[in-house]
């Protein structure tokens, strides 16, 4: 079959025939692959410069590809919640089987670090015209919204960190007088997918949310900030017309970036660090640390997401469609073919949100 | 303008004209009635059983209606949340203003009695052509569900219940080996709207669902019980066939109804007492009490629902709707005239699930 | 070494010389056994009455005993956070294996059912001169409280259940207006041991504690009342004396002791059920499911202890110790030599509250 | 009577013959003081660098002291919970009465920032032979610890910045594989009052400590770290003789001093920011970024405590006494009288852990 090959941390991708033989074992599940999304660490991995992309042991080439959507082709003995035609989004990262995170299905806090991720480090991805997985890998997804499901795998790291928020702002009393979160300000810094749902779950949350970059709105985000009742905000102006934030989380993994912002937070406040990046530095001085402490401020970084995230991302996508129409298709800029997908993987295509592929 | 009047604990319900003379303050905000709903209380105050309904103070009636969905005609000084043209669902329960939980929004839990509940205790409800009521007991509902939302009341009460499990349980681990509740079931006694509710609600989450009755299932329950992946299971044949349960929720009231079923609950389990009901009794036996003990069982009873929980009633209607297609709808079996409602008031359509009033 | 060994379902127990030849591997811990307690389990087995109750695999009896305390004589490789002459209370239950609660240590929670459990089912207990166990299941104990520190493993299934309840009952805000639980109220029924640890333990988080039982205290009861700023009550006369309790503690395991409280029950309480016993019965009705219901009421039934709450229970001993002088050393009413001991496991000495044997 | 005044934000403090007419009005208590403890914010005021220090409105002065143990000497009507004779210890931040957080009695998580604090902004503080107070601000203490009891506020702060960590945590499995944390390692930078404190928190929590600094223990300090079995840690050499942390805290409010140990953080693990300073900075780079984000740190600053606090922190030092004798004595430095303490509050006498004033 066709499949999307990279050799880390060699620079480049291929698109090949591959045959991997896999039998359809017990417990485990054949999928073909609808569509497959583009995200900044495929691009990291293809410009060789994400230094923990490795093949599977014992193989020289690590199939591509995270973010995945596929159609169930054939289902092992024993597998029960899932049929021959459901579709399913699998699930990224594989627990090391030694820490009890990962023992309980929360590989995405495994301690080991031994875990492997399909698409990234020592586990083959999903660009490719089929694959098999473990049925317990596997989040079955409502045949209303294939068209937008492929954004499950992005979203899901946004719901476990908004998870995060919810958890560690429960150590005081946090939702307003009438038990919502009406009262209290979101600043989401960055734009892209990532911020984007950011966005989305703090409006549906009914925070008041802000949405942060650089520069004025294009025409897309402008409609999502009206949709969602948002207010986007271009920060090279300053932060003087920004009233204070309740939690900011920033995507952009800039400390220059967000390290400003923390003197717009609010007493009980939380700054959620989800963005990485390099060559970038800020100044912590004794007063910023003052103010954390003075007033009770939390930070969390966050990565991955568990399958109960992924399940969860599911709701979102499906409730979302039906409250918002056609919005988060706009997400979708282009979606190409395995082909076409070797260019895009080397360079980012202007104006795209979110690149898909398609496999059949 | 029209509305639906009772005297408590008087038996039957009268369409008049009121005149109510209702400014819009600042942040209060007058509403249009589209629809509400009729349940059992409803009638159990019509038909003059329910001992606590009472009219508004100083006043001889009251209006009845506690499930209701509306749209916004005009907004008071100060409401920033909502505007002309917005749907909403308002809040039943109005807090007693003086204890801890009414004070943060959570007068589900008020533990001084002296709330007022609309339609029910002390406050005018919604079955009248419009009302007018304070932002801050008024929850958005998106146009997209604008034909289903007036379930958001009941499927509120049942959001709460669920919540208050998920919550109890996590003094164990309880979530299985993938972070999912699929290695877990949850028997439903009842099949009516709230049962309905919290079978989707289960399944939702991933439980494998039991719908419970004494019955076969009639067509529709069939059809639900399919769409969901449930298994409707008739007790009148004993419960051998059934697996150990990890949740149980009681919609009936009857204790002959749940406590034979407490012998088929798991180590870890929860049982939910939701319905009430009356001249019905059950004994309980020391074995039983030594089982709960051994197996580290809880029970909780839950009532009404904080606005947080009307909120997300509102996001699970609107994913069930996009996921279900027509599902709920076929919830709402009959849409009628206030002139039909003194009759449907006083006794249950057959075939009966949810009946709706039509206002507008 | 000399054991006090029994053979399920025979009655009696015997004191008798026992080999067991266990090398001290690594990880392991020889201890050297300075008191046992006695509690009603240990006569349910010599009395034939508890039905679990089963020696090690291919052995025809089992040593007896499960609240221990004894002093390391000696470590095994790789153990780090124990040395020669430590004090040590052993856990009770050790997990399956295969559940998700025991291998996380909670094996209090544990689902298969598999556990094992030192004198009671499986597994020989503390009843001995000397043991051999895993340094994991050891809990360090405060050299200052080795006279009252054999009161630890009852003590541990206490601070559990009251765990639980505090744990429950955040699903609402339970604690008062000046963040403490000085406004609630707890009923404890049954004034033994148990009874009497729950007391200590509501007391010092800040309830006001009822004292319950069928007759007038003893004097022993009455010093402890007095100390903890308790009031005892005699339930023969009737409750109406009683205030509205927030959490009600049956340490009976009667049904017909308990259930005429829940008429006692404020909104928003709980009620823990702990005691076990047969040959009891009450009825429930409708009404009470729906008092239940109305005011969002908690039962939890409680069994076991985990290693943390062990640790706890020394912690709350060394506390009481410090701050109420001898009032626990005068929970020990008699200590008596192993001999003794046959006849003491027999029949409940009068005026008992805890008989402890001493070994060594 | 007598008592230590100040006149933010001039420089210096006297001791001076103050009549404050303070009736016992309902819910009020007088309370003669014992002791009251001198710490690094009370020098702040003395010194005139704490600019948030402000005297009563309509008053010119402000009497010092935060930290205080008294008797109570007469208790208003309606106080039921203390009588004469009993030990307290009054809590220091008043709430403002508006935001929720003060309304249910979490004023160390006030978001209004109008609370007031005794001996430090807007109300007077417990250096006086005599204070009134409100009954709901006050923590009784048992008479076993009247030596230390003075040491109680200090404590309260860390007992609410542990409970952060505690609540915070649960976002995963952190605890170790028999349900305690003896598998986790407990870094706390500064080895003053505070940082003991945290150490003998961690240590009982069953955490292996470190107590870092940049010498070599003092004697006291052997004896502290030797009781608890803790590692001191001399940081001057380096920190590559230190194992990983799972939870690092901050005492000294300097960036320099724990930026360059995030370096030694564990996946999973937690910052706690606590101390506050001035004219300092670190560089925090886009690698640190992504190492909080890819491991799933979590910071948190923490201050203040609640009642609640109050109240544990006694129990804390209760079984400290019992378990570690007269270690907690050994913090108490100095004893000194009011006149003497005018110079002590200008400048740290040497060897000082803490430094008491003696009022009767």
């Known amino acids: 079959m066709k499949a999307i090959v990279v050799r880390p941390p060699n620079v ?25 999304g583009i995200c900044g660490t495929d691009r990291g991995i293809v410009g060789g410069k994400i230094t923990f992309a490795r093949p599977p042991d014992n193989s020289g080439e690590l199939i591509l590809g995270h973010e995945g959507l596929g159609v169930v082709e054939e289902v092992g003995e024993g597998v029960t919640h899932l049929k021959k035609g459901d579709l399913v989004v699998p699930v990224v990262r594989r627990g090391c089987g030694v820490c ?41 997804v409502p045949r209303a919204i294939a068209d937008i499901a492929v954004l499950t795998e992005p979203l899901s790291n946004v719901v476990k960190a908004v998870g995060q928020v919810i958890h560690i702002q429960k150590r005081m009393l946090w939702t307003c007088g009438d038990s919502s979160y009406e009262c209290r300000n979101a600043f989401v810094v960055g ?47 300053g932060y003087a017309e920004l009233p ?4 900011v989380v920033d995507t952009s993994g800039y400390p220059s970036a967000f390290i400003p912002l923390l003197g717009k937070m609010n007493k009980n406040s939380i700054l959620v660090l989800f963005g990485t990046s390099s060559n970038d530095s800020a100044k912590v001085d004794a007063e910023l640390v003052t103010s954390i402490v003075e007033n009770n401020i939390a930070v969390v970084g966050s990565v991955n997401a568990s399958k109960e995230d992924f399940a969860e991302a599911v ?26 997908a070797t260019e895009a993987l080397m360079k980012k295509p202007s104006g795209e949100i979110k690149t898909v592929i398609k496999w059949s």
């Open 191 to 237: 734009t892209g997918p990532i911020g984007t749902f950011f966005s989305l779950m703090f409006a549906t949350y009914g925070f008041n949310v802000y949405m942060l970059n650089r520069r004025d709105p294009s025409p897309a985000e402008s409609v999502i900030a009206e949709t969602i009742d948002a207010t986007f905000y271009n920060t090279s102006k």
């Open 315 to 340: 709701n979102y996508l499906t409730m979302w469609k039906e409250r918002y129409g056609g919005l988060l298709n706009k997400m979708i800029t282009s979606v190409i073919s395995p082909e076409q």
């Open 12 to 36: 480049g991708a291929e698109v090949k025939d591959v045959d991997l033989h896999e039998p359809v074992l017990p417990g485990r599940v054949r999928i073909r692959t609808l569509y497959t």
């Open 244 to 247: 204070k934030a309740d939690v």
């Open 100 to 140: 009890l995170n990962c023992r309980i299905g929360r590989q995405d806090f495994c301690e080991t670090g031994n875990f492997v991720e399909a698409g990234i480090r020592g586990l083959n991805g999903f660009m490719r015209e089929e694959f098999v997985d473990s049925a317990s890998y596997l989040v079955k």
